[in-house]
């Protein structure tokens, strides 16, 4: 065996026997990129996770982002445990349903109703099918490294390469000839509003939706540029377009009412996913009440076995009521942490003389390895050094910081001071024992 595989050599056993008989090895086809190997693991608790060779990791992946209180925090594992013991799933109402209905509509501006889902990808269908009902339009404007979910039509202009013919200018413009679903999404790029605004005035009559994630956590955790999301909802509302915000990721991790909260810009609808349960499948859509009353009107089909089911929304109640707690001190002290996190890579990059630039907010943030000092959009994440970031990644890993695939970090109620010190340490280690590898190309 290999010898940067030895410390995993169970999980090496296991995923040569997963890929026998589960497609690819894993279950989902983004998990497929983590190196060495896709690991397993065995347990998690706060900010730790052990894999089956015993090897115990600091987690800023936090399953992709739904942690947000750690594993197995006890609020929420006591609350399921309660649930779990009245009845599994109902396929009916429950009183959860209304409290944590309620809950959100008070937590999030836009929510004056929410409809529940079990998937970030299924939120988003609900959101397309609600804008395009209210407008009558059929087109939906968005946004190149921009992720919506798996299905067809939000995975258009996901990651397009860069010169692709589909992604010249009077191609991404071009009227719906066949109206299949790839030429209902104009895809533009990110931060410019005018791109926006020309696409609107060429086609804005058809124009359903724009969505967007508030922040661009799915390409290097980009920022609008100031004034950028105002300028979208100035364009939405000129052109009776409805603004979407994705808040699969941002939602409950940036701020108690999401991105849209953090900016003070108010979307006319928003996805929730991931934080919104702290680690249960659960989704929300939130609109106000004329566009979510398509949904009683049976004008927008909603429907779901699990939606809803007792056991996310006991864990959805208590993860939002820890959240709204002291005003918002969770998300708080959780921003802190990731700033303290920010703060300490930066410094010792530069004082070891390797260029990165790290995007994002304490909750959520991405390290690049790049000279570029500022991304605006996706082509601008293109040109970093992927195979620095793969060192680094690898590197973390065997001194038992486990991390996302594409550089992203997420931090949770659970990394401690101590977390924060040891991340720390490890990173100057990697950083000066890799230099050579890890400076631009
Ligand atoms: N929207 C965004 C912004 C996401 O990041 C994701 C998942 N990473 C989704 C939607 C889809 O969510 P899910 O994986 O729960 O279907």
Same mark, same amino acid.
């Given at each position: 065996?290999?010898?940067?595989?030895?410390?995993?050599?169970?999980?090496?056993?296991?995923?040569?026997?997963?890929?026998? /008989?589960?497609?690819?090895?894993?279950?989902?086809?983004?998990?497929?990129?983590?190196?060495?190997?896709?690991?397993?693991?065995?347990?998690?608790?706060?900010?730790?996770?052990?894999?089956?060779?015993?090897?115990?990791?600091?987690?800023?992946?936090?399953?992709?982002?739904?942690?947000?209180?750690?594993?197995?925090?006890?609020?929420?594992?006591?609350?399921?445990?309660?649930?779990?013991?009245?009845?599994?799933?109902?396929?009916?109402?429950?009183?959860?349903?209304?409290?944590?209905?309620?809950?959100?509509?008070?937590?999030?501006?836009?929510?004056?109703?929410?409809?529940?889902?079990?998937?970030?990808?299924?939120?988003?269908?609900?959101?397309?099918?609600?804008?395009?009902?209210?407008?009558?339009?059929?087109?939906?404007?968005?946004?190149?490294?921009?992720?919506?979910?798996?299905?067809?039509?939000?995975?258009?202009?996901?990651?397009?390469?860069?010169?692709?013919?589909?992604?010249?200018?009077?191609?991404?413009?071009?009227?719906?000839?066949?109206?299949?679903?790839?030429?209902?999404? #104009?895809?533009?790029?990110?931060?410019?509003?005018?791109?926006?605004?020309?696409?609107?005035?060429?086609?804005?009559?058809?124009?359903?939706?724009?969505?967007?994630?508030?922040?661009?956590?799915?390409?290097?955790?980009?920022? %609008?540029?100031?004034?950028?999301?105002? +300028?979208?909802?100035?364009?939405?509302?000129? /052109?009776?377009?409805?603004?979407?915000?994705?808040?699969?990721?941002?939602?409950?991790?940036?701020?108690?009412?999401?991105?849209?909260?953090?900016? +003070?810009?108010?979307?006319?609808?928003?996805?929730?996913?991931?934080?919104?349960?702290?680690?249960?499948?659960?989704?929300?859509?939130?609109?106000?009440?004329?566009?979510?009353?398509?949904?009683?009107?049976? $004008?927008?089909?909603?429907?779901?076995?699990?939606?809803?089911? %007792?056991?996310?929304?006991?864990?959805?109640?208590?993860?939002?009521?820890?959240?709204?707690?002291?005003?918002?001190?969770?998300?708080?002290?959780?921003?802190?942490?990731? $700033?303290?996190?920010?703060?300490?890579?930066?410094?010792?990059?530069?004082?070891?003389?390797?260029?990165?630039?790290?995007?994002?907010?304490?909750?959520?943030?991405? #390290?690049?390895?790049?000279?570029?000092?500022?991304?605006?959009? /996706?082509?601008?994440?293109?040109?970093?050094?992927?195979?620095?970031?793969?060192?680094?990644?690898?590197?973390?890993?065997?001194?038992?910081?486990?991390?996302?695939?594409?550089?992203?970090?997420?931090?949770?109620?659970?990394?401690?001071?101590?977390?924060?010190?040891?991340?720390?340490?490890?990173?100057?280690?990697?950083?000066?024992?890799? $230099?050579?590898?890890?400076?631009?190309?």
């Amino acid at each position: 065996m290999h010898k940067s595989l030895a410390q995993f050599s169970r999980s090496a056993e296991l995923f040569a026997d997963s890929r026998c /008989y589960l497609a690819g090895g894993v279950s989902s086809g983004m998990r497929a990129a983590a190196r060495p190997l896709p690991l397993f693991f065995s347990s998690g608790s706060g900010s730790r996770l052990t894999d089956v060779d015993g090897n115990q990791y600091i987690d800023y992946t936090l399953a992709w982002g739904p942690l947000i209180l750690g594993h197995s925090h006890p609020a929420i594992l006591s609350a399921v445990g309660a649930q779990l013991k009245q009845c599994q799933l109902l396929g009916a109402q429950n009183e959860l349903e209304v409290l944590v209905a309620k809950k959100i509509c008070q937590m999030v501006p836009c929510a004056e109703r929410v409809a529940f889902s079990t998937t970030g990808t299924e939120a988003v269908q609900i959101a397309f099918r609600l804008a395009r009902a209210f407008t009558g339009r059929r087109k939906i404007v968005r946004f190149e490294g921009h992720y919506h979910g798996w299905l067809d039509d939000a995975l258009v202009g996901y990651r397009p390469s860069f010169n692709s013919s589909e992604h010249k200018p009077e191609a991404r413009l071009s009227t719906n000839k066949n109206g299949n679903a790839a030429d209902e999404m #104009v895809v533009l790029q990110w931060n410019d509003l005018e791109e926006v605004e020309a696409a609107l005035k060429n086609h804005g009559e058809q124009t359903a939706a724009i969505i967007t994630e508030p922040i661009l956590c799915n390409s290097h955790c980009l920022l %609008p540029a100031p004034g950028y999301l105002e +300028g979208l909802r100035n364009l939405a509302t000129r /052109y009776g377009v409805l603004l979407i915000f994705d808040e699969v990721i941002t939602g409950f991790r940036v701020a108690p009412g999401g991105a849209q909260a953090l900016f +003070g810009v108010k979307p006319d609808i928003a996805t929730f996913g991931k934080a919104v349960a702290g680690g249960f499948p659960f989704s929300v859509v939130a609109a106000n009440r004329e566009i979510m009353d398509l949904i009683e009107q049976r $004008k927008v089909i909603h429907a779901g076995t699990f939606n809803g089911n %007792p056991l996310s929304l006991a864990a959805a109640c208590a993860t939002l009521d820890t959240l709204d707690e002291d005003q918002g001190a969770v998300l708080k002290q959780i921003g802190r942490t990731g $700033k303290s996190l920010m703060m300490g890579i930066e410094g010792l990059a530069q004082a070891a003389g390797i260029p990165v630039l790290i995007n994002g907010v304490g909750a959520g943030f991405n #390290v690049a390895f790049t000279t570029r000092r500022e991304m605006l959009n /996706y082509r601008d994440t293109l040109d970093s050094n992927n195979s620095a970031r793969d060192v680094f990644l690898e590197a973390m890993l065997a001194s038992g910081i486990y991390l996302l695939p594409d550089g992203r970090w997420y931090v949770s109620s659970a990394h401690t001071l101590e977390d924060v010190a040891r991340t720390i340490d490890s990173v100057g280690k990697v950083l000066l024992k890799h $230099k050579a590898k890890l400076m631009p190309v």
